[in-house]
């Protein structure tokens, strides 16, 4: 049997293999490839842990699985903003779906969810039902998990702030 550590590895690269096979243009590529790694590596740090869950929300992450559990809203509403680009939709499964609520992201003009937490339901053979999905958006309380999750990672929050005010 894999350590966790080697399937969180796996998981990763799967991910980056997603993005390669989007046929994105060079900066999207690289922009959704280092925000990749840079979010999948904060999931695994304890400072960013306790700011994402513990401090406003109260939530005891000591307790979870694994490193990518629960990281699916700060996640992906972090990735949307920071791409900037319209080709990029939050999506939403509701609390319907026995697992739910799940957060991920919609590659629109591909059509390819594109999920940077789904392996904390992958390691216990759980199928994500994207066919659920509906388009979300970010509202007041999203921004400050935004924050949050970005300012305790290391990561430029005030861009993601902005960029999601841009149509308004």
Same mark, same amino acid.
């Given at each position: ?6 399937v969180?590895e796996n998981?990763?690269?799967?991910l980056?293999e997603?993005?390669d096979n989007?046929?994105?243009?060079q900066?999207q ?10 979010f999948?590596?904060?999931f695994?740090?304890?400072? *960013?842990?306790?700011a994402t869950?513990?401090i ?6 000591k ?8 990281f699916?809203r700060?996640?992906s509403?972090?990735? *949307?903003a920071?791409m900037?680009?319209? !080709?990029?939709?939050l999506?939403?499964?509701?609390d319907?779906?026995?697992?739910? /609520?799940?957060?991920? *992201? ?6 390819t /969810?594109? !999920?940077?937490?789904? !392996?904390q339901?992958?390691y216990?053979g759980? /199928?994500? /039902?994207y066919?659920?999905?509906?388009p979300a ?7 400050? *998990?935004?924050v949050r ?5 290391g ?9 999601i005010d841009? !149509?308004?």
């Open positions: 049997m894999k350590k966790n550590i080697d969180y998981a990763t690269r799967g980056l997603k993005i989007m046929h994105l243009d900066m590529r690289l922009r959704a490839k280092n925000l990749t790694l840079l999948r590596d904060s695994k740090l304890d400072t *960013v842990k306790h869950f513990y406003d929300v109260g939530y005891s992450y307790a979870f699985p694994y490193d990518s559990y629960g699916c700060a996640s509403f972090s990735f *949307v920071l900037n680009n319209k !080709d990029w939709q999506m939403y499964i509701d319907l779906w026995t697992y739910g /609520p799940h957060f991920y *992201v919609m590659h629109l003009p591909t059509k /969810p594109f !999920d940077l937490t789904f !392996d339901y992958a216990d759980v /199928p994500i /039902p066919y659920l999905g509906k958006t970010i509202d007041d309380d999203g921004k400050n *998990v935004i999750f970005l300012k305790s990672a990561l430029d929050f005030t861009t993601a702030v902005k960029n841009r !149509d308004k």
